[in-house]
């Protein structure tokens, strides 16, 4: 008993950071206005953030221990979170944000939840969400923590008492060693998310998706530092120019546009 | 005050331009950061700002070290504003420094400017279908902007700015960095290229992509 004892105590705390996000491939764009249109696009977990419920689940798998997603977002974030249950989390963690949020709130807010869970080996998060690629919500959560960060990850083998793990940087990559807890940001290479079996999928149901009011997290009133003040469509323009003459000059004219606009050199 | 920091030193002659600017319109002045050492810090100079601060270290980049001594540097200079180089240890940097100064952070920007005198980012969102436009409403106020978004300043001898050298703190973290590989580069570097031709899925076979590539 002692010695089973003692095993359980080595058993990583794994802390997964999950966002729902529409789906950017479902956004239609207003045609007049060239803005997005973003109501009824059905929405999803970020891929990256897939990534790294998979890489938890495979240390989990050599490792013991528990995976605890942790979660900023609306109420109907639930549903998508479930998927993240039945790929093998053990439980979910959801914190509606206030109406006015930007990413020092929601930082503070994963920060406050996860002290509130209290113990954390690993956190993994993705590197960026895919709807607003900013990258920034891994880093701040490590720094208001206070720990140690490794970003783009693209392996990570995790031992006893440390992990190793190599940073992809594009043009050169970086290997870092660091004690627990840590917090990484992984790429999209690093692994394959698994699909939940049906048995996992019903058998997801009865795991625990716990709702944490914002202020019972933080326990002060969050501030953003950032308004987003305007969406604006991107117009893409075309010059229109249409050569109507013979042939040969309505070629020649075209190189000559082509050459101006220094498409052709 | 108006910070500046880039790993890539022609990347920090372009933020220059823009601190210059800023600092301008805000009647800031402009600091530069370099880590390593001071090689450089004339040229900074010359290229537009008031202050260097050289961080003298020899170890590699690793994100909490690099925040924690901006960070000091920041407090110490009342910084309002503060650039970064948009490349991938320049986000990590900026994410993590955010956090701890509690800021406001704009990454990837592709237009900055001064709305109603409340410092305004745009960046592009939701896979490129969409600018989004953020305003800062309270300092200090981070951005981080890509390579090529401004040219440099012409260089004037004539600019004066002091050069202050600090030594990096003790290590603030526990983790190590083993090894810094160089990856070899598989074609050609887009960021680099004058003019990039894309092809879509209409050119199907192989060999269309080929012809493509001669061109």
Redesign the interface.
Known sequence: LRRRKKEEEHNMNIIVCAKQVVDVAEIKLDSSTKKPILAGVPKKISDMDKNALEEAIKIKEKHGGKITVVSVGAPDAKEQLKELLAMGADEAVLVPPPDQADYHVIAHLLAGAMKKIGSYDIILCGEASIDLFSGQTGPRVAGLLGIPQITYARTVLVEKDKLVSERDLGDKSVTIESPFPVLLTVTKEINQPRLPSLMQILAASSKPIHEWPATGVTGEALEPRIKTVDVKGIPSQRKNIIYQDDLDQSVQKLVDELAKTGVLR | MVLVYADDKKLMLELLHKAHDLGKETQQKVIAVVFGNDASAHDLVQHGADLVVVMETSS?FK??EY?HALEGIIKEHHVEIILIGS???G??????????L???????CTKLYLHEKKL?A?????????????????GP?LVTVPSKLYEPLPKDEHHKGEVVKKTMGQAV???????????K?EGVSVEDAE?IVSCGRGLKKDRRVLAADRC
């Open positions: 590699p994100a909490e925040a490349d991938k240890n986000k990590e940097l900026a994410g993590r420094l955010a956090a701890t509690h800021a406001g952070c704009v990454m990837d305004t745009e960046r592009i969102v939701y896979s490129g279908n969409a600018i989004a436009v953020e305003q800062f409403t309270a106020m973290s526990p983790s190590k960095i083993l090894k810094v590989e160089k990856r580069s003019i």
